[in-house]
């Protein structure tokens, strides 16, 4: 594969892995897509809704996470599992300025879409060289 | 005192060895990549299976899928979803960094172990979760029988 620069980076090492109340935490599956003035991150949080995502930004870490209701039936036995539950967790580190001001967050039919506009010029911060 | 040598005990003591080594190997990979699905070969998208004496309800993972895109069918004892889930346009310049997404068509069938009353039952898309209730046949119900006293 060749070398691209990647203005965000999935921090794989810090993936959450643990039971906190008794609850599990999930990576969701991300798309990363950069176009030239900004960042996209598409990430699959099936049973979250628009008031049980948060998405944080500190200092150059991202993280998205998600909470999830149930899933229990009433009065029904859980059968047959391809799936568990629990809440969605994902860290990514920013290797490119962001505007931080204008990130977006949506949720569309449980899946989080993530607008990172990067830093125009204008706030690329210019070093002057001395002439000596 | 020497304990005699007893092959299926030596056997048992190694499945169970065996057995532990594979729990602390399932442990570590659990905790070093959490994955959303336990059952990474499972396809897309995957189901729960719920059930109690009135029928079953079966819960589905489709994100990102529009409702008008799934298909339901019923036929006998068999539920069928078909569906498709399409990368959304990029516009020009635009290139992936990264792409775990399903993207493309889907089709799973599955048998339940009762006739399904077609004609009830009902599918409701939320949040990417898709809940498909599917009451049992009347006629499928087992029926009480009273033994009379002679």
């Known amino acids: 594969m060749a070398e691209e620069t990647r203005a965000l980076q999935v921090r794989e090492e810090t993936r959450p892995a643990h039971?906190?109340?008794a609850r599990r935490v999930f990576a969701p599956a991300v798309d990363i897509v950069e176009t030239h003035e900004d960042i996209w991150v598409l990430a699959d949080m099936p049973g979250v809704n628009q008031d049980n995502v948060?998405?944080?930004?500190?200092?150059?870490?991202?993280?998205?996470r998600g909470r999830v209701q149930g899933p229990t039936l009433e009065g029904?036995?859980?059968?047959?599992?391809?799936?568990?539950?629990?809440?969605?967790?994902?860290?990514?580190?920013?290797?490119?300025?962001?505007?931080r001001e204008k990130i977006e967050a949506t949720m569309k039919q449980g899946v989080l879409h993530?607008?990172?506009?990067?830093a125009g010029p204008a706030r690329v911060r210019r070093i002057p060289v001395k002439a000596v | 005192?020497?304990?005699?040598?007893?092959?299926?005990?030596?056997?048992?003591?190694?499945?169970?060895?065996?057995?532990?080594?594979?729990r602390e190997m399932d442990r570590l990979f659990e905790s070093f990549f959490p994955r959303r699905r336990r059952f990474?070969?499972?396809?897309?998208?995957?189901?729960n299976v719920w059930t109690?004496?009135?029928?079953?309800?079966?819960?589905?993972?489709?994100p990102g899928v529009n409702p008008e895109q799934l298909e339901i069918a019923v036929v006998g004892d068999t539920l069928t979803l078909r569906g498709k889930r399409l990368a959304d346009d990029l516009p020009e310049g635009a290139r992936y960094q990264r792409r775990e997404r399903f993207q493309g068509e889907f089709a799973r069938s599955l048998q339940l172990p009762f006739t399904i009353d077609a004609e009830r039952v009902e599918a409701q898309y939320e949040n990417g979760i898709l809940t498909i209730t599917l009451p049992r046949?009347?006629?499928?119900?087992?029926?009480?029988?009273?033994?009379?006293?002679?």
């Open chain 1, 54 to 64: 948060e998405v944080t930004l500190e200092k150059n870490v991202l993280t998205i």
């Open chain 1, 19 to 21: 039971v906190e109340r």
């Open chain 2, 137 to 150: 046949a009347e006629a499928d119900k087992p029926k009480r029988i009273t033994v009379q006293a002679a």
């Open chain 2, 40 to 47: 990474m070969e499972v396809e897309f998208p995957p189901m």
């Open chain 2, 52 to 62: 109690n004496e009135e029928g079953a309800v079966v819960t589905v993972e489709v």
């Open chain 1, 114 to 118: 993530l607008r990172l506009p990067k």
């Open chain 1, 76 to 99: 029904y036995t859980l059968d047959y599992a391809e799936y568990e539950g629990g809440d969605y967790e994902r860290t990514f580190t920013l290797t490119e300025d962001i505007d």
């Open chain 2, 1 to 22: 005192m020497i304990e005699p040598f007893v092959p299926w005990r030596e056997i048992r003591r190694m499945e169970r060895e065996m057995e532990r080594m594979e």
